[in-house]
């Protein structure tokens, strides 16, 4: 390992990214992806632009660790929800972790919203991790019958998602936006869609 990717990942470096990836969270926020420059961070930051650079090489860099801190915070609270001791309880878990994280960092969010609607998708991106997670869940249970089969996995896991993102997309621009409110009753139609026993 170089010294400065030693510099870069010990405690200091690791701080020192963290700064900055704030400082661009709220440059975002407040003035939208085309006025965050590596220069307005280095500003809020109170550092130079070279600072930024040597741990963000370009802008496009930075922003991207915005969004990727997004998901990977996420999904330590994901985690930390904990499996469950069945697959709804595992969906209900998933989704109510996932709309409680959004109510609580609605700041990011709007970053990382910001952030996706300026960046053209790259081709050929594949099959989406979350989606791909949530319909492998669904197939489990539907397998195991302790879900109905009734509706199709694939379709349902989309479903749940996008709902999910719907939900993120409304908290980030409406401050009576409520989130788990949401969770609350996403959890409610998936269990009715989901269940085995006749209405």
């Known amino acids: ?16 990214r963290a700064q900055l990836v704030g400082c661009a969270i709220d440059a975002l926020v407040e003035l939208g992806y085309a006025r965050t420059s590596v220069a ?6 109170g ?26 915070d996420a999904g330590e609270q994901i985690a930390r929800a904990g499996a469950g001791d ?11 972790s996932n709309l409680a994280f959004v109510a609580e960092n609605p700041r990011h969010v709007r970053a990382v919203m910001e952030v996706a609607s300026n960046v053209r998708p790259g081709d050929g991106r594949g099959e989406d991790p979350l989606v791909t997670h949530l319909q492998e869940l669904i197939e489990r ?4 019958g302790e879900l109905a089969g009734v509706v199709d996995a694939g379709v349902l896991a989309v479903t749940i998602r996008a709902s999910i993102d719907a939900a993120a997309a409304r908290a980030a621009v409406d401050p009576a936006a409520d989130p788990r409110a949401h969770a609350r009753h996403l959890a409610t139609l998936v269990r009715l869609a989901l269940r085995t026993e006749e209405p």
């Open 1 to 16: 390992m170089r010294t400065t990717d030693v510099t870069k990942t010990s405690a200091g470096g690791t701080a020192r």
């Open 40 to 45: 307005e961070v280095a500003r809020r930051a």
């Open 47 to 72: 550092v130079s632009k070279g600072v930024v650079t040597y741990h963000f090489p370009s802008k496009e860099d930075l922003l991207g660790e915005v969004v990727v801190s997004l998901y990977r």
């Open 86 to 96: 069945s697959v709804m309880s595992e969906l209900e878990a998933y989704i109510t």
């Open 141 to 144: 249970g539907q397998a195991s």
